[in-house]
């Protein structure tokens, strides 16, 4: 192409158009990138963010957020060469090279994992509570170099945030004339679908962990009246609700209860550390129709049987498990 243009004036308008053409590229590469990583929708982040190192092969931000969202969709040997290009950069290096350590620990090398856990350290990485709760590093915790790289660590600063999120609700209640005979509620921070999503469920590191069902705070349960729920009694009170998928393809929703996890100081980002509780069975099927946004309902096989279904529905996926209610038939409850 370059060979059938002739004179100067046409070589010095193409060596002005390249460098503006590189750099629009990247202008909208950077926009794209930003976008999917504030969204959380890690597969045009991965997208975005390894296009921007290929123009921009010294931005260490674009590299840590490559390997970051790559780790993140479970593309952990894809992650691991992208994670140590990006801890040669200062600004991000430690957080870097703690990623190193976090995919090697996911990978069962522990040799390797302690190594560049303490490179992270050296790196300038601090945060111990991060480190105490991150469960990429549970393969490690019963190490002694482990034990001894966290216990030399200090103890972080709080920081406090102020966060002002709308969440919904969903309720079942009976009356009988004005008096409430009883209810349930359901409170939970919604969550835009994406279709990203669909993988990050079939990732294996997504199984048998708990995660937080919904955004931001916990998912609530609250009920005046005990229940059955998937089978399983769930006696009057207040909940914290996790959901976990099994190794054997279970999906498992847990009644945890609040009064251990605020003695622990567990924030719902932190789900998978919670145990125990009641756990329910859940059926899950696939719907034509996809619910945008992350939505949880009861219900009744008809108005005042006392019995129904709880669903939970997100894209094109629904999770459903039966309940009934002291207010059902006898024999039903």
């Not at 290096?93 to 996911?106: E, Q, S």
């Not at 190490?143 to 600063?157: C, H, M, Q, S």
Request: proline share 5%; charged share 25%; net charge positive.
């Amino acid at each position: 192409m370059h060979r059938m243009l002739a004179g100067a004036l046409c070589a010095l308008f193409l060596a002005a158009a390249v460098p503006t053409l590189t750099a629009q590229t990247e202008s909208d590469l950077r926009e794209k990138a930003e976008v999917a990583w504030k969204t959380k929708n890690w597969t045009e982040a991965a997208a975005a963010y390894g296009k921007l190192t290929e123009v921009a092969a010294k931005d260490g931000q674009a590299w840590h957020r490559f390997g970051y969202a790559l780790h993140a969709l479970g593309k952990l040997e894809e992650a691991l060469p992208v994670h140590k290009r990006a801890a040669e950069f200062p600004g991000v290096g430690a957080t870097a090279t703690y990623n190193v350590a976090c995919v090697y620990a996911l990978t069962g090398k522990k040799d390797d994992a302690i190594e560049w856990l303490g490179k992270a350290v050296k790196a300038g990485f601090n945060n111990k509570a991060h480190l105490a709760q991150d469960g990429d590093m549970d393969t490690l915790r019963a190490d002694p170099r482990f034990k001894e790289i966290l216990g030399g660590l200090k103890a972080p600063t709080a920081t406090g945030y102020v966060g002002n999120n709308a969440r919904q609700d969903c309720r079942l209640s009976y009356w009988n004339n004005s008096t409430s005979a009883g209810q349930v509620a359901v409170s939970y921070g919604p969550v835009s679908w994406k279709d990203a999503y669909s993988k990050q469920i079939e990732s294996p590191k997504f199984v048998n962990r708990r995660w937080r069902l919904g955004s931001n705070f916990w998912t609530t349960l609250d009920t005046s009246m005990p229940m059955k729920i998937g089978g399983q009694k769930i006696p009057a009170g207040y909940f914290y609700l996790t959901l976990e998928k099994k190794d054997d393809g279970r999906f498992i929703l847990a009644f945890n209860d609040p009064s251990k996890i605020r003695q622990k100081k567990l924030d719902a980002f932190v789900a998978h550390l919670t145990k125990g509780g009641i756990e329910v069975p859940m059926e899950m099927a696939k719907s034509d129709k996809n619910a945008k946004q992350l939505k949880i309902h009861f219900m009744e096989k008809s108005p005042s049987a006392g019995k129904g279904k709880l669903h939970i529905r997100f894209g094109p996926h629904v999770l459903s498990t039966p309940f009934v209610t002291p207010f059902a038939k006898k024999t039903d409850y």
